[in-house]
């Protein structure tokens, strides 16, 4: 809810005239905490209404808390691609979250013995 990439998001939201303040407590990144549950993102870098910056913003959040977290950021293919299907390499990222998933499932969680 910061940047101005995401502006139009952000006047749906939040109003015309959303404090700085408001953006920051809206952004997904800042409400990371090392409670949150573990991410699987994926993106495209052509994607042009919303960047893969903001992908990276909050891997680097969850980073910081430690949050279990996987990044995929394919190439080519547009904003809303949904299942990807005939997109290209793009369309791999349900395969490879069900991957992840079943991994993710299979590990001990954190304070379990």
């Known amino acids: 809810m910061e940047t101005e990439t995401y502006r139009p998001a952000r006047l749906i939201l939040l109003g015309e005239n959303a404090s700085q303040q408001l953006r920051r407590q809206t952004s997904l990144d800042?409400?990371?905490?090392?409670g949150s549950p573990p991410f699987f993102l994926w993106h495209t870098a052509e994607d042009i209404y919303v960047p893969?910056?903001?992908t990276y913003r909050i891997a680097s959040?969850?980073?910081a808390h430690e949050v279990p977290h996987t990044v995929h950021v394919f190439a080519h293919g547009p904003h809303?691609?949904?299942l990807a299907q005939d997109a290209g390499q793009a369309a791999a990222w349900t395969r490879l979250a069900q991957?992840?998933?079943t991994e993710q499932v299979r590990m001990p969680q954190p304070g379990t013995p």
């Open 52 to 54: 893969p910056e903001h």
């Open 61 to 63: 959040a969850l980073a």
């Open 99 to 101: 991957s992840w998933i």
């Open 80 to 82: 809303s691609l949904g």
């Open 30 to 34: 800042a409400l990371v905490t090392t």
